[in-house]
Every structure is written in C-alpha cells, then in structure tokens.
Nanobody, 115 residues
C-alpha cells in the first residue's frame, strides 16, 4: 500500500512563492508517475503538474512558466515549486502517485494566495 506524505503550503501574498513536498512510501519499486493536482472550492480536481510514466513532465496551461515539478534525491519524492502565485492558485493541493494501475493520494495541503 503506497502512502503519500505532503508538506509545505500555507498563506502567501500574490507574487510570492511556496514549495510543496511529497514523499511516497510502501512501494517495492520506483514510482515513475508522480504529480500534483489541486481542487478549489466548488471546482473539480485538476492536474497541476506531473511526471508521466515515461518520466516526461506535463503542466496545466495555467501554471506553465510559473510552477516547476522536480524529483528529490531520495527515491519517490517529488516537489512543486510555485512562483509568481496568483489568487486563482488558491486551492487544496494533492500529491498523486500512479503505481501498478492504482491511484494514490496525499492528504492535501492548503495553499492560499491573498491579493
């Protein structure tokens, strides 16, 4: 059973930066497909950024050029560096792992951007 532990998030003014971290445990092998999603109040959960099964990166159009997804030195860790934050980035951010045909989710981290 894969478990995801997130950290980071918080309150920041528009134009500021935050970094989210996610560490996955419980897998026997390296998890290639790791990423971040977010859900704003009243909206559906949406992709923010992720590493694909082929280890490529993909980003939502709304965050391209501002957010950077990266892997940590420790296996099965992933970061989301969020720069030039906007009020519309306010949401709960979830770490996701796709491993052996199953989706696993972190507990969620609140990111609030004030104008």
């Amino acid at each position: 059973q894969v478990q995801l532990r997130e950290s980071g998030g918080g309150l920041v003014q528009a134009g500021g930066s935050l970094r989210l971290s996610c560490a996955a445990s419980g897998s026997l092998f390296r998890i290639t497909s790791l990423g971040w999603y977010r859900q704003a109040p009243g909206k559906e959960r949406e992709l923010v950024a992720r590493f694909t099964m082929s280890d490529d990166t993909m980003y939502a159009d709304s965050v391209k050029g501002r957010f950077i997804i990266s892997r940590g030195n420790a296996e099965n860790t992933v970061y989301l560096q969020m720069n030039s934050l906007k009020p519309e980035d306010t949401a709960i951010y979830y770490c996701n792992a796709y491993y052996f045909w199953n989706d696993y989710w972190g507990q969620g981290s609140q990111v609030t951007v004030s104008s």
